[in-house]
């Protein structure tokens, strides 16, 4: 859903970034310019909690803040996802929605690189919102474009939530450059699901990595949709289950070359100590 909040906020939320004041604000709750998105869709979800098990919202707004001389503005885009059958699986759900948005738009080479002890700047959200383990830029040939990050869990939202913020300048620009026709395939694709059992510490982008890197040049597409952590694979690992999608724009794959690749695939991971299961 699309919310559209207010862009003034109260003087009783904190940041330390540099906020406008109004020079006569109509009351308590409108004193500053927002700096960042998140806050507004927290509050949405913690309205709405208590209506909905599952919450997935988006804002696309101007955020504000001091500059050197002049006022600064920004047009940028924040989205979250709150709430899920399977909370842990939340994040890698958001990451395969921001991969899937830069695709729609023609941005292929989208990748993901850890936050860790690296700067966060306006216009994203201050990094006392981010998890400390779950962040991750989300950058294109070198060029920083937006964030993925589990919200941290005493920074307001009253279920487990994953937010996506994008640099829309950034993006905009990425869109125009790479936007291009791509025909529609002739030849239908050809679907395949693995399931690897790894250390529960393993990033799933690690591992669908070393899938890319062994599948050829037939593999289309590879996106995780099952995450899972239990008793029924162990303490200390964790499922991650595949979709894989083999395609090729001049013929009809048979079966035996799917079977090739995947094969190879199931090498490549059995050589990293993992286990799959088809």
């Known amino acids: 859903y699309e919310m559209q909040n207010y862009s003034l906020e109260p003087a ?5 970034q540099g906020r406008l004041e109004l020079l006569n604000p109509m009351s308590a709750e409108f004193v500053f310019l927002r700096t960042s ?10 309205l ?13 707004g101007n955020v504000f803040r001091k500059g050197r001389r002049d006022p600064e503005e920004q047009l940028h885009f924040c989205a979250a996802l709150a709430g899920s059958a399977k909370p842990d699986a939340l994040y890698f759900e958001a990451k395969g929605i921001a991969e899937s948005l830069f695709e729609n738009f023609g941005v292929a080479d ?10 966060i700047s306006w216009p994203f959200a201050e990094k006392v919102f981010l998890h400390p383990y779950r962040a991750a830029f989300i950058k294109s040939d070198g060029e920083i474009l937006g964030i993925l990050y589990q919200v941290h869990p005493e920074e307001g939202a009253k279920m487990p939530t994953v937010a996506i913020e994008i ?24 679907m395949r699901d693995i399931s690897v059992l790894v250390p529960r510490d393993e990033r799933a982008e690690d591992v669908m990595s070393v899938i890319e890197k062994a ?9 995780l949709f ?51 299961r088809i």
């Open 48 to 60: 709405n909690a208590h209506n909905a098990k599952e919450l997935r919202l988006y804002e696309l």
């Open 110 to 119: 989208v990748w993901f690189k850890d936050v860790r002890d690296r700067g």
């Open 167 to 190: 640099l829309m300048p950034e993006f905009i620009k990425k869109v125009e450059q790479e936007l291009e026709f791509q025909p529609i395939p002739r030849f239908p694709a050809v």
């Open 215 to 223: 599948s050829g040049p037939l593999l289309a597409d590879t996106d």
């Open 226 to 276: 099952d995450y899972y952590e239990g008793d029924a694979v162990g303490q200390d690992q964790k499922s991650l289950a595949f979709r894989l999608v083999f395609q090729s724009r001049d013929r009809t794959l048979k079966d035996d070359e799917v079977s090739v690749a995947v094969d190879d695939i199931i090498r490549a991971i059995q050589k990293e100590g993992w286990e799959v």
């Open 12 to 16: 009783r939320r904190e940041t330390s």
């Open 37 to 46: 998105l998140l806050p507004g869709l927290l509050d949405n979800i913690h």
